[in-house]
């Protein structure tokens, strides 16, 4: 596994000894050996070209080191073995080779075992991500792989070149080259940020979406039921969550903040639910820029719903007792 940045040894509050005092950083060393035993590892994406490429607000090649001390002093509500892999760095603007850089490690950690974390960067990091999933022993053997993106766009852009909107796209472009269909998901999609053909393209390739105002808590039912079915229909799962799906005064820190937004206890709810279904294999968070954010308001969200997804498994909630 190649990394540009190699991890460094979490650190954050300690309030003694014991496993009852637990922190993620209490828990999260570097990593050593790929066979290493973990419950969840870590890998970040330093890159905001995908970002600068689609008109956006540089800044996310920060989110990864943002989230991780973010992430440092949540309490834990039992003992976890973490790992962190460093971090893939895209400083000259060779967005596509990071990609495939990315999408080996993340290979190479999901083939080990346990979940696995991607820190981005914008939201190009979710290409990385499926590549690495794609590449993965679980996938090469047949299982069926979904795609859920907690986001306010569809990032279905067809660009001349990748980009933070063109992830998704790529994706079922690559499906498709393998014979297969993406199945591919968006929670809190907002009509006012999409065009048309973005809407158009989604129809054509199948996507299966809710749009912001059915995501509220009023809502909630449906967005169980939205979730459920998708559950239902994979075996494992990519989840992406582009920090824009919240309302922006949840997640100021964004290339693009949210107006309306889904609020924050919809969104754990259903990090929560693919946590417990026990079929997640990565998630990746997204479009974290620590220079908009206030108050580090945006990387604290990103890091509860990080830690939500990693505590909520079948195998983390067992360690409970």
């Known amino acids: 596994m190649t990394v540009d940045v190699a991890a460094e040894p979490w650190t954050g509050r300690s309030d003694g000894d014991g496993d009852d005092v637990l922190r993620w950083h209490h828990v999260t060393t570097p990593l050593t050996g790929a066979d290493a035993p973990r419950d969840a590892a870590f890998v970040g994406f330093r890159s905001d070209e995908g970002v600068r490429r689609n008109q956006g607000r540089p800044g996310a090649a ?20 973490a790992v962190d892999a460093g971090d893939v760095v895209v400083g000259d603007g060779d967005l596509e080779d990071g990609q495939r850089r990315l999408g080996e490690a993340v290979t190479a950690l999901l083939d080990a075992g346990g979940p696995v974390a991607v820190l981005g960067g914008g939201h190009e990091v979710a290409y990385g991500t499926y590549l690495g999933l794609a590449g993965s022993r679980a996938v090469r053997g047949g299982a069926r792989l979904g795609v859920l993106n907690l986001d ?17 796209l790529q994706m079922a472009r690559d499906e498709e080259r393998q014979g297969r269909r993406l199945d591919y998901r968006v929670l809190g999609i907002s009509r006012l940020s999409n065009t048309e053909r973005l809407f158009r393209t989604a129809d054509r390739l199948g996507v299966h979406y809710l749009e912001d105002t059915d995501c509220g808590l009023l809502s909630l039912a449906r967005v169980e039921a939205f979730a ?12 992406s969550i582009d920090l824009d799906v919240l309302p922006a005064a949840a997640a ?45 308001r945006t990387a604290r969200a990103g890091a509860r719903l990080v830690h939500r997804a990693l505590t909520g498994t079948p195998e983390a909630r067992g360690r409970r007792g």
């Open 152 to 168: 306010a766009h569809f990032d279905l852009r067809d660009a001349p070149r990748p980009s933070s909107g063109t992830p998704f």
């Open 252 to 296: 100021p820190g964004v290339s693009a903040p949210a107006a309306y937004g889904v609020p924050m206890e919809v969104v754990e709810r259903v990090v929560t639910a693919v946590a417990a279904s026990g079929k997640l294999a990565v998630v990746d968070v997204a479009e974290l820029n620590p220079d908009l954010d206030i108050d580090a």
């Open 62 to 81: 920060g989110g990864p080191v943002a989230l991780r001390s973010a992430l440092a002093s949540v309490a834990l509500p039992a003992p976890l073995r």
């Open 228 to 239: 459920g079915a998708f559950l239902d229909a994979c075996d494992l799962v990519h989840l």
